[in-house]
């Protein structure tokens, strides 16, 4: 079977992030990669340069994916929303639902190990929360039900029954 010749920027960064996940960042590697994707290794450094440089662009990818993607959920840019909890409930339901496969909390570990990546991650955070707070019109509260919701996001492969999340927000709202 023949490799692919080409293969976009965001398939090679999925890959980079799904591995980071699975298996930590020091799994990185350009055979690694090349072996996932089908790309040959030369093609993988002639597009990125160096190792590093290629994860940084593809944890960079990652926190561009979650930016859009909490847009989106926000109704697109200068999209209607409904004010008030159940706003706000449903804004970060759209975004659990947007961000789906996309591994949130490597991204965010990968991130912090990357002190010119960690103002990305606070970025994104107050964007979020700024969200939320538009609905909830508290800072303090939306900086709660963030932590919440991420700790909900982070924690939900073990499948144990915790708080539902919509009762926070309606205690805080």
Known sequence: MSRPRTLPDSDVFAVILQRIAAEGEK??????????TGLAGASLVQRYGSLAQMVEAALNWGWDELDRMSVAAAGGADGAETLGPKG?????????????????????????RHPHLRPRAAAWKDKVEGLIARHLRDHDAAAMVFAAWQGQVLWEGLETKSFRLKDLVKKLG
């Open 27 to 36: 799994s990185v590697a350009f055979s690694a990669i090349s072996r996932a």
């Open 88 to 112: 706000a409930q449903a804004f970060l339901k759209g975004l659990t639902d947007l961000v789906g496969a996309l591994p949130m909390g490597a991204l965010l570990a990968a991130s912090l």
